[in-house]
């Protein structure tokens, strides 16, 4: 059934090295299925890099580029430049331009260089895999990590609940940016991620897709949740599915009523640590964000 | 100095075994060194760990090539490593397995003196869940006598905290149950 | 038809670039590099320049952009200084190692703390490693050749190093000289136009920029360095074929009146022609003294700097720059390439010009004096510093 | 072993997907068995694999390529059947 | 009451941090430093340490937060590596020239690209110019040693500059070795509570980090050597006091078996006790070999190295960077060192051990008798390059 | 009268180098009148800097520094942190940590180290002076600078109406860090002004300042309109003086009639080659944008 | 002229405000002049100066400090009462 | 060599005088070299500009600290600035001032060679705006001949487009005005 959607192609190719289970390299399969061949590629460094390019081999059947960790919105402004008069002065015909990189290496690192080429208006599509820390290090915690959870820089510990700070919106971030589109997105829902990738390259202009990844490794839990635990963050509304046309906001999937977060906690040890008054206050954080966030839709 | 060698996957806890008796064997006053694999390797993918005793400084600083001991935490590697690599004349192969010493000799052709224990058994009874690593320390102190077995109670406890009684005991169990095949 | 114009520095270097035909500009403002970026800007503004300007958020970003554009294909360039280059930093490294030909100019500029604008070498020292065809210019009219140059040479097939072009930061870029512009033919004859042999295109998928286990990195920058020092060669040659169509030459190092010259004075970018007038005035006096200058510091000219000093008894060196703790760049790497020869030169070291300070041609001459001095009778110092307030 | 002239310029690689020669099924130590017969064919285990290991044979069948397979144990806990179960690798 | 643990090299750093009661940390997490922030971490979380962890979003930032916060007075620390280093490069130049007393420890590692997260030189050297005092550890127990000495160095009233300590990556930082621990007190006596003499602060304002037109920028520059090469004594000084209260000693330029060596090896950081292997393995055969470490490499001990290899008759030199297009940078300022030297050794020079990749004890022992080949009869190339496959 | 209500100090002295007439100098004068003497300064390169600190003088009275352009968040942070620490340690009370940056220096090259801060939640109040370009190079582009506005590197010519992109919307990107505080404000409206940064710096946490400043030599306008112009930026709807405080907004002038745009550009230079038809169309987007701004403001 | 030894460790300023002592008033080609009669004491003149060139006097009035007055005009042209005329200085 | 100063004001258009006449020498098949001074100097402030013209390549890229000429845009900086340090012997001085020749030489002691012309009153009325510099090429042409009046239409034209003739007009006026006192 799902094959007569989705293309068979996987210019993502196995053979890659990710953790047994990992969300982030389901993602970018998934995004990659939806993507056709006529793109480039441009990579940050972190595991959707590492797992796929060690020398001399390469994952990737379509033309990729990884240079550093904090540059990719930029080297990505400077190929569809490129292609922009290559196209004009008649030598080859444009392809879209696509950006991959992790929560740190867009909300952190590299937050900067989107924030230039989403202003500048280059016609490329950046996609931000939030696995809500820097997991090709080993776990420590970014701008993007939930408040309350444990990494390996945000440990929890006697004078410290784990992560101190709520989580950065970088979708709103982008979104102040006043770019033609910008859409969340989980890999447990493939059909929804897979056209909002569609209408994200088929806008001319900046485009910013955030996609919620589950990674096993860093969030301690069992190899095999990596659906479920998608699923349970937009059904919480931990991680609420909506888009951004032109200003326009959408929702995608909007659950009558919210699961309890602690659903969601409890099978993941990053979570362990927190106390009922912790969870209880994150959980009151979560239902008026959402409760905001609805407020913004169109035709509610 | 004795070298030694771990085979593991990524999440096994080979740096940790090769971690822990090093430990010991410094907390006994003598020299020693450990180290993982340098390298960006994922939860499941082949890993390896090093380990040094000696009972002087030790001034190497590289991965072990020609191991006195090589410690196979997952059977599994054994279908498509050679663990005996570069394995000094003399030197042991300890292996968790359920196979015995001689379904291991013919199946994967290992000619050295070898040990083998059902490691994911007694990880399974005692700690709950297969992992083998202090298992296996039992079966390197019982082949090896590298350290003394009292010295990794200090290590493990500051390592585990609450579930480190239950890794000593799982430690004892295979130091028991590994059988030895001298050559 | 060539034609004679005043120009300033800076509108000579953008001159070279519309001539080239670059493709795709991204650079960020900073002085003394502004009149560059502004310059093109207004060609490219004008439709004089068919060129896509990236006005990035940094500099970090500017190089980016040119690495991912010159990736995909294009002839690209970008001009910073100072700090600029220092946040660049890091990204130098990439298009040297991944060999793409991005040609950069440099209006040399001193480095923070204290915040200077004005010039002198040490930000074109801090990149000395990172494997960037190094150039410098010494006036106005050499900004403009070398810069078309760096386009013949990035590009060869043999070379594809990214390049940089020094001019120092006012004494060249805010100066308006004579200069004599080329025909656009000439220009076209010099630097064909540009294919890169992997650029990005979804035809002929390549990954660039895999990353290196222990198992290949060192090779991979035996390979880097194999083809880098190659390219010296590539560098002489396209200079060949400069004096060929335009008629003015070039040399890896180029002297001046030390045929017979005892002392040999060194030094590198816009101080040359001054320098000159001490040598010249030296002379006058009969004094055996003479001028060498590096136009090209990357990669080193090993054998031409020992042809050009050869009989002299000693080099005075002039750096501006200093590494803290050590000495002069240039002196520290003239001695290490002069260490292992029979008839080496005594090397002297002098540092001065730093953050804008001229020499002038009096000091020149004390250098070559004081220089003599310490080689005959020694010094406390491992350098002198020149012209500093005691 | 690659000797340093073998390296495409700037260490490029040329040959598209050539990491896919890599054997990830190693890695494995839990396998996902397929009952055929409760399958309904929805795809939900290819469209879930992060591996790529689910395939549609030419009979139409949804088949687990073990060269690939990692044993993550997606496909079991997400198949809307039951069809798929996990077991203990052999040795 | 000192205690004999073992500790990873990465802990080791941690606990002399924690032990030097730093106020406020500041980094990014790259591998190979991670452990060392991870650890830091643990401590904060656990109260062990009553200091600001700064989780900024970049090394830029690690590098200015830290800059910040030693500005207002706080002790403060960070650490990083290879492109950590190189992102923050623009801002190491601060606390040189503003005299600020920020340390850091460098896990060192290979450069982008290929990305390598495995350990050479190329990071320590991309900042030799800048004005950090640099210090090379080259086992556990000297990561923590030195990082102890690194504050009671850049503290001292006479240095105030910042220090950097290098420790290899993955082969420092990532192995487990036996470490003695001091007692606290021994490490309050050696580190007394710090007092920045101009910190920020209402009731005494002062402007810092003015702009320096060129009529002062010289003197600001000449006044920063001046105050960095005089800091070289106090580093000894530094360790002459750590002897006294830890038993440990420690010099400029260290030397095992040299006493009567007509070829001394040089090697940097954790290769030199491998290195020492192959000295001890030809010692054995009779061979008049040696090993030289330089425990400093800035400020530059120039007396000491000349004295530590006087007698010798060949210097090899094993560089873990490239300056591309050029060869060795520790080599050429060797050579540099020793050029107007009467009696000097050669110097041959090697560069290896790029990337991760080891150097065994037959490579080492190669390059003493290949350089020995070379000093008789010369090499067509500048450096040899070890271990690279053919 | 003013004298009754502001302090006659100068800790900004005169004797600084700014052009004549120059509303950043000007901005800066009263901001630090508001600000008191317990403050630490943290300065980035720019107008601001580099008028008021030529070696070896300082216009400055209270403590101040300044290293480089695009880090003065993190300066700042730094800073602040270590003001935490050593009053925790009973060593010295803490002051407030003021940042000074222009709109290049924020919204460009220092945006990332200003976004970390503000997630970090440093207690800083981060003051941006927008004169629409980088003055201190020379009049150069920035994200900040207005649509159709010339500058050196967005000419008007043939090919070129001036700026092709559309001014960054700071305050937005500040206000989706969710910080507790975030202004608006120009020194033509001093009261206004002065009470938004007593406000800011009263924040515990960190504040954010969005401060229109009028620059003659960049605007290419006469030395004496600094003041007019700023009236006329906020009358226009061209920038609306506005404040939010956890999440509320609310406008701080609300014009009963907008003027038109035609009316400020009209008297300065950076206009002069705009066609009726570009003056139309920003005119549009600036009524837009002003109503979908006041849709946001509570109790309307 | 400082030497290299009077600077400051780090080049740091340690006299508060001391560019005080430059005079901006050399930069000034037009002139403004207060007719105090006029003068309704609003302060604009004095809050709206960038160059703080805009004084109180002992007596309650406000008057122009020519030593830091750059001419700019803004006085001039925002003062409600037209008290404030520019003129061109005088060579 | 000729060397030149120009003393100007921030915003005043030293610096271009200096490059227009770089230009009409260039033009001519002169060598010249024009530059400003090398500072962040703002609106208002006094600032410099250089120039020199020569039979030859000019070597020497430096300040102009010796001035055969020096080019007085605003005559409020003769109450601040000495426009006459280090003037060659046989050197000019040319002001923008509406002041007479000897009351300069008695206000400020100028004993060189001297030049005055009402620049600003000739700016205003030819071009609308009190801008000198264009202008006070005019003096310099008169006092020095350094480039012929001709050679300066062209730069002119370039710089200034539409309102090129009007400065063509100031320059000629100047030219016409300017009062020089040989010594
Ligand atoms: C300048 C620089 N700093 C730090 C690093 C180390 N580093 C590489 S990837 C990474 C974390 C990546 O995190 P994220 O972007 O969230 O991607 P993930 O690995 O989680 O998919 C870090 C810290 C680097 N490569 N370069
Ligand atoms: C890394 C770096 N890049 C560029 C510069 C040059 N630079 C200094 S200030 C400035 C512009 C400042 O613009 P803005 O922040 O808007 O402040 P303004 O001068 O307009 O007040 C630039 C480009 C620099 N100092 N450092
Ligand atoms: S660490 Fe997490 S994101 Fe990275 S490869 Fe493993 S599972 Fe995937
Ligand atoms: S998920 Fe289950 S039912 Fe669906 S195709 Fe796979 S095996 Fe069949
Ligand atoms: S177990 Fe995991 S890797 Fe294997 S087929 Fe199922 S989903 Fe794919
Ligand atoms: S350029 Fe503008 S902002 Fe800068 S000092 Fe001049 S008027 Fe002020
Ligand atoms: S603005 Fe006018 S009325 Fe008001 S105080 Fe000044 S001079 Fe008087
Ligand atoms: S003219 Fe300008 S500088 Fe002078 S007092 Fe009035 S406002 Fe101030
Ligand atoms: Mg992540
Ligand atoms: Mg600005």
Known sequence: MTRRFVTGDENFSPGHRACIGCGEALAMRQVVKALGDNIILVNATGCSEIIASALPTTSWKIPWIHTLFENTASIASGIESALKVVERKGKRKKAKVIAFAGDGGTSDIGLQALSGALERGHDLLYVCFDNEAYMNTGIQRSSSTPYGAWTTTAPSGKMSIGQKTWKKNMPAIAIAHDIPYMATACPSYPFDLMDKVKKAVSVDGPSYLHIYVVCPTGWRCKTNLTIRLGKLAVETGIFPLYEVEEGKYKMSVDPPELTPIKDYFKIQGRFKHLSDEVIEEIQKKVTGDYQRLKEKMEGL | ?183 | ?390 | MLSWKDLELGSIVTEPGNASAYKTGDWRSNKPIRDQSKCIKCGLCYIYCPDAAVELSKAGNYETNYFYCKGCGICANECPRGALTMIVEEE
């Open chain 2, 1 to 183: 100095m004795r070298e030694i060698r771990i085979h593991g996957r990524g999440g096994q806890g080979a740096v940790t075994l090769a971690e822990l008796v090093c430990h010991a064997a410094i907390n006994e006053g003598k020299y020693a060194q450990s180290m993982p694999s340098f390298g960006p390797e994922r939860r499941g993918a082949p890993v390896l760990a090093f380990l040094r005793i000696s009972d002087e400084h030790i001034k190497i600083r590289a991965e072990v090539i020609t191991p006195d001991v090589v410690v196979v935490l997952d059977p599994g590697l054994l279908n498509i490593t050679d663990v005996t690599s570069g394995l000094k004349s003399g030197g042991t192969v300890l292996i968790n397995t359920k196979k015995s010493i001689d379904e291991i000799r013919s199946k994967f052709g290992v000619e050295s003196r070898l040990g083998v224990v059902n490691a994911v058994e007694i990880a399974r009874e005692t700690l709950g869940v297969p992992i083998t690593n202090t298992t296996m320390i039992g079966a390197l102190l019982k082949a090896t006598k590298i350290v003394k077995k009292d010295s990794l109670i200090e290590p493990l406890k500051h390592r585990f905290g609450p579930i480190a009684d239950k890794n000593i005991k799982a430690m004892n169990r295979a130091f028991d149950e590994t059988t030895i095949e001298e050559v």
């Open chain 3, 1 to 390: 038809m060539t034609k004679r114009v005043g120009l300033e520095g800076s509108f000579a270097v953008s001159e070279a670039v519309r001539m080239a035909d670059v493709d795709v500009l991204s650079a960020y403002p900073i002085t003394p590099q502004t009149h560059i970026v502004e310059r093109l800007s207004e060609m490219v503004a004008d439709g004089d320049l068919d060129a896509e300007f990236i006005c990035v958020e940094s500099e970090h970003s500017a190089m980016s952009a040119c690495v991912g554009a010159s990736a995909a294909g294009a002839r690209v360039f970008t001009c910073t200084a100072g700090q600029g280059l220092e946040l660049m930093h890091e990204v130098l490294y990439i298009p040297s190692s991944m060999r793409l030909p991005v040609v950069a100019v440099v209006a040399n500029r001193a480095l923070s703390s204290p915040l200077s604008v004005w010039g002198d070498h040490s930000d074109a020292m801090a990149v000395r490693d990172i494997g960037w065809v190094q150039i410098f210019a010494e006036n106005v009219q050499q900004a403009y050749d070398l810069t078309l140059c760096a386009y013949r040479i990035a590009e060869d097939k043999d070379v594809l190093f990214p390049a940089m072009v020094h001019l120092d930061g006012f004494h060249l870029s805010h100066v308006i000289e004579p200069v004599i512009l080329p025909d656009q033919r000439q220009v076209d004859d010099f630097i064909p136009e540009f294919e890169y042999p992997f650029a990005l295109n979804p035809d002929k998928p390549v990954s660039m920029g895999c990353y290196g286990p222990p198992y290949i990195y060192t090779e991979a920058k035996k390979s880097q360095n194999v083809a880098f020092e190659s390219s010296r060669k590539i560098v002489s040659k396209a200079w060949g074929e400069f004096e060929g169509i335009f008629e003015r030459s070039y040399l890896p190092v180029e002297s001046y009146r030390t045929e017979d010259a005892d002392v040999i004075l060194l030094v590198m970018g816009s101080f040359a022609e001054t320098a000159m007038l001490a040598i010249d005035r030296m002379r006058k006096e009969g004094k055996k003294v003479g001028l060498a200058r590096l136009r090209l510091w990357r990669p080193f000219p090993f054998d031409e700097i020992r042809k050009a000093v050869k009989g002299a008894k000693l080099l005075v060196v002039l750096d501006r720059c200093i590494s803290f703790g050590y000495g002069g760049p240039v002196c520290s790497e003239l001695r290490s390439a002069f260490y292992r020869e029979k008839n080496r030169p005594d090397i002297v070291s002098f540092i001065g010009g730093l953050g804008g300070r001229d020499i002038t041609i009096d000091q020149y001459e004390y250098m070559i004096k004081r220089g003599k001095e310490i080689s005959e009778n020694g010094s406390e110092e491992e350098f002198e510093m020149i012209g500093v307030r005691q």
